[in-house]
C-alpha cells in the first residue's frame, strides 16, 4: 500500500532499510497513525534518522501523499469537493469504525475511483461533515483525514510542503549551524582511548614488590593526529570568509587533536605562508613542509582558482621566485598523502584550468557537510 | 489503543503534539527513543515527563567521556576484589559481592517497567552506541564473570538523548525511533514560560519574549540564549522589579549571552543605529 512511499523516500535519498520500513508498517497495523498528520510525524520518527533528513522527507511526504498517485481530473475534483465544503451535520453519531488503517487507505482510493460527485454528510462516501471514515472534518473515529486541519494544526501535507526543514539539510553549504556538525566530523579523525589497567604490569609490578599490591595502570591512548589547516584569504575567497573563519576557529577549539596549525595564504601555496594573516606574520613555506610527517592530515580550503599563470609559473605572484605554486602543492602532497581540498564553489564550478590542475593533486570535496564527511573518510584511509 | 499505556503528556512539561505520538510509537514498538534538539530545548526533562506520566521510576544514566557501554550493564570491582584479597578484610570467594549493575543491568531487573534515560550519548566514545545494539535488541546481557544471563522481566522504555556532537552510527538510528525537538516558537515558549513563572506579568512577558527572540537574532552568536536561559532571566528580571520599559536596554544580559564574544558581538551591533 505504501510502497510507492517507499521508493520516494529512497529516491528523495532518505535510505530507509526493509527492517525501518516494516517497523513502519507494524507501527501503522498497531494504529499508531489514525490520519494524515499522524502519518506524517509517525514516518519521520520511524523513517529518519537525522533532523539532516527532514527535508528530503517533506518532499517525498508530499510527492506521495498529495494525491499525485491519483488521476489528474479525479484530484482536482476531490480538492474541490474538500475545498468547497464546510462540515455540516454535526448530531450524526459517529460509525466507530474499527478496521485496520492499512485497510481504510486502501478502501479510500478505490472509493474514490468509484466515487463521481461530491459529497458532503452521509456516511460512505469521501467529503466532509459525515462520518465516512474518509475525508475532512468528519467524525468517522479510526478514519482517514484528507487535507483540512485538525485541532488548529495545518494538514501534514501542508505542512509538509511548507519546508520548514530546508535549513537543516546537510546537503547545503555550510552555514551557521553547521558549524558544529562540521566540528564532529573532523572529530572522528581522532582515535580515542580509555584509562585502563594493565594487567600483566600489575601482577609482574606486584610480584616484584614481594606480594605486595601494586597497580600499574596503561596511558590513555592519544590520538595521533596532527591537523595542519592551510586557507586561502582574501581575493575570490571573500566571499566564503566568514564560513572558512568559523571552521578554523572550529578545529582550534576542539582540542581533539595531537596538535592543530594554521596557515594562510593568498591565491596559492608560494614560498612563504602567513601564521598570522592580520599581522602580517609569515614563515617560509620549507620550513613547514620540513616540519610534517606521515601522521599530519592536510587540510587545504580554497577555491583553486586564480589565473593559469598565477599557478604554473614561477613568478605567479609577487615575491615569489623559487617555484611555481603547483610545485609547491605537489610537495605537500609527496610529503603528506593524507591530505584533502575543500572547495567552498559548487562542483559545478570546478570546470576550470587551475581548479582542475590542483584537484589532480589532492582529492577536492565540496565545503559542504556531506563534503566535508567524505573528505575525513578519505583522510582516514588516503590510499 | 486500548491495551496500550498511552502517555498524555504530564502537567508542567509542554510537549509538542508530535512529541506525544512519537514517544507513544516507541513505547508500544519497544524500541529506544532517541531525541535529539539544541541544548536548553527539554531533551532530558522529556524523560522526567515521560516516566512521570507512565508512573514508572526513572534511571538516568549520564554518559561522559569515558563511559563504557558495559558500565550501563554492570561493573566487576576486580580492583577492590584485589585489595580485599590481600588485606583479608572480606570474603573474597563470593564474586558477586564485587559486581554491581548499572542502570541498564537495574532497569531489566526491576519488577516493574521503568523509564531509562541515556543522557547525552553522543560525549562517549564513537563505538559506545553500537556495543549497546544487542542489549536494546534483545534486552539482555551475559555476565560473563558469573556466566549468568540478564534478562529483561519487563522491557524498559529506553530514552536517549543527544546533543549531536558526534555522528552517531547507522545501525544504531535504524533501531531507534527518532525526535528532533526544534526550537519553541513564540506560542510554546509563551506556555513553557508560564509553567515556570506563572504569576508573571503579561505585559513584562510580552517584553521579554521580544527581546529574547529579537537577541536570538543576531547574526553570528556562537551560543544563542536557549530556553532555560530565558527563564533565568526572567527570574532576574522579576526579583530586580524592573519594569517592562527597562527591557529595552537588555539589563542583565550576561544571563542570556554567556560567551564573552557574543557580548561584543551584541554591544556592538546594538551600537550601530
Known sequence: ?383 | MSGFERFAGPRDYIADDDLLSVANAAIVLGRPLLVKGEPGTGKTRLAEAVAEALGAKLLSWHIKSTTKAVDGLYHYDVVQRLNDSRFGDRDVSDIRRYIRLGPLGQAFQADERVVVLIDEVDKADIEFPNDLLRELDEMAFHINELDETITAKHRPMVIITSNAEKELPDAFLRRCVFHFISFPDRARMEKIVRVHHPALDQQMLEAALDRFYAIRKTQGLRKPPSTSELIDWLTVLVGAGLSPERLKQDPFLGVLLKQEQDHLLFSQKRGRP
Open chain 1, 1 to 383: 500500500m505504501f510502497t510507492d512511499f517507499l521508493y520516494q523516500l529512497r529516491s528523495q535519498g532518505v535510505l530507509v532499510g526493509t527492517g525501518e520500513w516494516l517497523g513502519f508498517l507494524e507501527a501503522v497495523r498497531r494504529g499508531l497513525a489514525t490520519d494524515v498528520s499522524g502519518l506524517y510525524v509517525l514516518g519521520r520518527a520511524l523513517l529518519c534518522r537525522s533532523e539532516t533528513q527532514f527535508d528530503a522527507y517533506d518532499l517525498a511526504f508530499a510527492a506521495s501523499f498529495r494525491g499525485a498517485e491519483l488521476p489528474e481530473d479525479l484530484r482536482a475534483k476531490l480538492a474541490d469537493w474538500l475545498d468547497q465544503a464546510k462540515a455540516q451535520n454535526e448530531t450524526t453519531p459517529p460509525l466507530n469504525e474499527t478496521r485496520p488503517p492499512e485497510e481504510l487507505w486502501k478502501e479510500f482510493l478505490e472509493r474514490l475511483k468509484e466515487q463521481t460527485e461530491r459529497h458532503d454528510g452521509g456516511n460512505r462516501w469521501v467529503g466532509t461533515g459525515g462520518t465516512s471514515p474518509y475525508g475532512n472534518s468528519g467524525r468517522g473515529d479510526g478514519g482517514l483525514r484528507i487535507g483540512g486541519s485538525s485541532g488548529g494544526r495545518g494538514g501534514a501535507v501542508q505542512v509538509a510542503m511548507d519546508r520548514r526543514w530546508a535549513s537543516y539539510r546537510a546537503d547545503r553549504t555550510l552555514e551557521v549551524r553547521d558549524l558544529e556538525l562540521a566540528l564532529r566530523a573532523i572529530r572522528s579523525l581522532k582515535r580515542e582511548g580509555l584509562v585502563e589497567l594493565d594487567l600483566p604490569e600489575t601482577i609482574d609490578a606486584t610480584s616484584k614488590n614481594g606480594g605486595d599490591i601494586e597497580i600499574v595502570e596503561r596511558p590513555a591512548r592519544k590520538n595521533q593526529v596532527h591537523v595542519v589547516l592551510l586557507m586561502d584569504a582574501g581575493g575570490s575567497m571573500s566571499p566564503h570568509a566568514e564560513k572558512v573563519e568559523r571552521l578554523f576557529s572550529a578545529a582550534s577549539r576542539a582540542k581533539t587533536f595531537k596538535s592543530f596549525t594554521a596557515y594562510s595564504f593568498h591565491n596559492c601555496v608560494y614560498d612563504k605562508l602567513y601564521t598570522d594573516i592580520e599581522a602580517g606574520e609569515r614563515i617560509q613555506t620549507s620550513k613547514v613542509l620540513d616540519q610534517l610527517t606521515p601522521k599530519h592530515r592536510l587540510v587545504f580550503v580554497g577555491d583553486a582558482s586564480m589565473a593559469p599563470y598565477e599557478l604554473f609559473s614561477s613568478y605567479g605572484w609577487p615575491g615569489n621566485e623559487s617555484m611555481p605554486g603547483i610545485e609547491w602543492l605537489r610537495r605537500f602532497h609527496e610529503r603528506c598523502p593524507a591530505s584533502v581540498w575543500l572547495n567552498p564553489d559548487p562542483q559545478r564550478w570546478w570546470e576550470h584550468p587551475t581548479v582542475s590542475a590542483i584537484g589532480r593533486i589532492f582529492p577536492m570535496f565540496e565545503l559542504t557537510l556531506d563534503g566535508l564527511r567524505a573528505s575525513v573518510k578519505k583522510l582516514r584511509a588516503p590510499r
